[in-house]
């Protein structure tokens, strides 16, 4: 009996331990996936802002008087330094011929494997980035989410950007099925989701301005504006207060001078007013409008390419996404949307308007020759067409080491 407590206790001991070395490569197996080679990291920048050049303007003197001694005002803008902090957690594969940069990561890194349609590694790529910014006063909250998954036969994507000081917001979703045509080449094929926030086309303050309403007299019928331009400074609690005077020559003059809701002046005239106060006033009224509009999510079918050779003295990357002209919208008013960007007109959206189609793509390239050990030639470039953007950068370099 105490031989067969023994060994049944010897057998437990062998089953434990084998569930505890399965559980111990379960773990690590997750752990190689989701973290091993990652990094996280907390960074930041501090520098001075951009001098602005010296602005005076000048207001009545303390009697009001339009001829008076005026007061001088400096309307220079002053800012308090700029900077940027950030943390995050980062994964993400670079090619032979990317070169880290720096000894640390600061999240202002741009891999190729974010835009370029395959990956150096198969597996789980990601970046997770979120950044707080100060530039000239006004504070920003940046992120890039990026999570990516490549295999021999696959590529899925998730991707959200937010940079404040460009107003950008941009959100995407891609499968796609890869083939490979021999080591280097491979074509692929799938469905992208995108949004945009932008109601292209679409000018408020334009429309706004350009209603007209019809008096008929003696049987004529006229056309006037509906909403004068001034008007539109009433709108925002602006006045304009009508006023005589005379020039040094003794002529009588008369106009309309203006002032803000405050009570300050801000124009000596109409056309002053609309030279200057009323521009801001269309930006803020066309901005105060584009806010209501939902933001808009668009599907598209896109097909791509890439194509990596390396070698140590030679290297050409290029890739490439044709995202095809059937986008269809799930979200947002289609209204607004690109389909009809061209649809717009002064009196709104035309009653005729057919929706209209359009061709979005990316390309990058990357080339190096090292022609000996002392001359080498470089080019790195990207360029990106999305509906009416249209991003690119590229750089080029001719190196001369001397021994």
């Given at each position: ?5 023994l ?11 084998a ?6 490569r379960f ?5 190689d ?20 050049a ?25 800012y ?12 993400l ?9 720096k000894?640390?990561y ?12 395959n990956?150096?590694v ?16 006004e ?6 989410y ?16 937010a ?6 917001d ?32 679409y ?26 331009w001034y008007?539109l ?6 006045d ?9 020559n ?8 203006w ?5 300050e002046?801000?124009a000596?005239?109409d ?35 890439d ?16 995202l ?33 189609q359009?061709e979005?793509y ?42």
């Open positions: 009996m105490k031989k067969t407590i060994l049944l206790l010897v057998l437990i001991g062998f089953g434990l331990n569930q505890e070395k399965e559980k111990g773990f690590k197996s997750i752990y996936e989701l973290f091993k080679y990652s990094t996280i990291y907390v960074a930041g920048d501090m520098q001075n802002p951009k001098e602005e010296p602005d005076y303007f000048v207001r009545p003197g303390e009697d009001g008087g339009l001829y008076s001694v005026p007061q001088v005002v400096d309307g220079t803008n002053y308090e330094f700029d900077y940027r902090y950030g943390i995050g957690i980062r994964k594969a670079r090619y032979d011929y990317e070169v880290k940069g000894q640390y600061d999240g202002t890194e741009n891999n190729v494997g974010l835009s370029a349609t990956s150096p198969k597996g789980l790529e990601y970046v997770f980035h979120w950044e707080k910014e100060r530039e000239r006063d504070l920003y909250d940046n992120h890039r990026f999570l990516k998954h490549s295999g021999k036969y696959h590529m899925v994507k998730l991707e959200s950007r940079q404040g000081k460009v107003n950008f941009y959100k995407s979703a891609e499968v796609r099925a890869k083939l490979p045509i021999g080591k280097k080449f491979s074509v692929s094929a799938g469905v992208i989701y995108r949004t945009h926030e932008r109601p292209y086309g000018n408020p303050v334009e429309i706004w301005l350009n209603e007209t309403t019809e008096y008929v007299v003696d049987g004529q019928v006229y056309e006037y504006p509906t909403n004068p008007t400074g009433f709108y925002y609690g602006y304009d207060i009508y006023y005589t005077s005379e020039d040094q003794g002529n009588q003059i008369s106009d309309w001078y002032v803000d809701p405050e009570g002046i801000v000596y005239s056309l002053q007013f609309r030279d200057t106060v009323f521009a801001e006033l269309m930006n803020r009224y066309n901005e105060e409008m584009w806010e209501g509009i939902d933001d808009f999510g668009v599907v598209s079918p896109v097909v791509g390419f194509f990596y050779h390396y070698k140590n003295n030679f290297w050409l990357h290029a890739y490439g996404s044709y095809l002209p059937y986008h269809e919208y799930v979200h947002g008013d289609t209204d607004f949307s690109y389909l009809n960007r061209n649809n717009w007109g002064l009196g709104g959206l035309r009653e005729d308007a057919e929706p209209e359009w979005d990316q390309a990058g390239l990357v080339f190096g020759w090292k022609l000996n050990r002392s001359i080498g030639l470089f080019f790195e470039g990207e360029y990106t067409k999305f509906w009416d953007s249209e991003i690119y950068n590229s750089s080029v370099g001719l190196n001369i080491t001397f021994r």
